[in-house]
């Protein structure tokens, strides 16, 4: 969609109080009640925001997302074992997008003296390799979500947008027995989806535990990922294969 500011600052306030008003909007942007609904409207079709009488609240659950360094700690064991087998995939100066999550920082570690062009949303991922005198390094910027330490939004879409990599490694918080991949905010669903399009071979990083696991926003249907990396905890293999997703273990 071409790019209006004026829904990135409608999220933000939105993000902010977690309710607004049309009347509320309509004073502080200096626009209509019309314009303001069919900015909602839009913001609604896309899936950011949950309409509700007089005004929006953001497509998330409410529930606190656990930090990323306390994600990090769960399962290390399994995420260091999955973050390794996925090196593998990367190929000699392959273009490689990473999701931020506490999975793709690990394999962020992994890469960091590898020759590639790596595209990133995490500020944690950023910071660590822009160190790095192999990697090439390209940001993505848009609305900074403190909770995953990550930019997401319609900038940060638009700008994926206008990108081809030769791989993606995405993170998950739930995957269904139906091979549907889930997040818990449609925002950053929205994002993963949009680096999920743009890349050659798209590939989701989540250890077994995520397996049934609730989440409030479907990213990706099966027909969307080729590869899915986990661990041997992982018991549906057949089944995801049965949809045409890979299944690696590590």
């Known amino acids: 969609m071409a790019h209006n ?3 990135d600052t409608i999220l933000n306030l939105i993000g902010t109080y977690r309710h607004i008003s049309v009347a509320d909007l309509t004073e502080r942007l200096g626009v209509s009640q019309v314009t303001i609904r069919k900015d909602l409207t839009r913001l609604e079709e896309l899936g950011l925001i949950i309409r509700s009488h007089g005004g929006a609240s953001l497509a998330q659950r409410v529930d606190p997302l656990p930090t990323v360094r306390s994600r990090r700690e769960a399962f290390y064991e399994e995420k260091d074992r999955i973050t390794a087998r996925a090196v593998e995939l990367i190929g000699e100066d392959d273009s490689v997008c990473i999701d931020a999550g506490a999975t793709t920082q690990l394999l962020a570690e992994k890469i960091v003296n590898l020759p590639l062009r790596v595209v990133s ?5 950023l910071n660590l390799l822009a160190a790095s005198q192999d990697v ?7 609305n900074y979500r ?5 930019f997401i939004g319609p900038i940060a879409e638009e ?5 081809q990599f030769d791989i993606a490694f995405i993170g998950a918080t739930g995957i269904t027995e139906d091979g549907d991949f889930l997040t818990q ?3 950053e669903g929205g994002l993963k989806k949009a680096m999920l399009k743009a890349a050659r ?21 099966p027909d969307l990922v080729d590869i899915l990396v986990t661990d041997k905890g992982f018991t549906h293999i057949d089944v995801f294969r049965d949809l045409g997703i890979e299944v690696i273990t590590a």
């Open 201 to 221: 071979r798209k590939v989701i990083l989540a250890d077994s535990s995520k397996f049934g696991a609730r989440a409030f926003s479907k990213f990706a249907r």
């Open 159 to 163: 700008a994926i947008n206008q990108l």
């Open 136 to 142: 090439t390094l390209t940001a993505i910027g848009g």
């Open 146 to 150: 403190s909770s995953s330490a990550s």
């Open 121 to 125: 949303n995490s500020l944690e991922i």
């Open 5 to 7: 500011p004026r829904l």
């Open 185 to 187: 905010n449609a925002i």
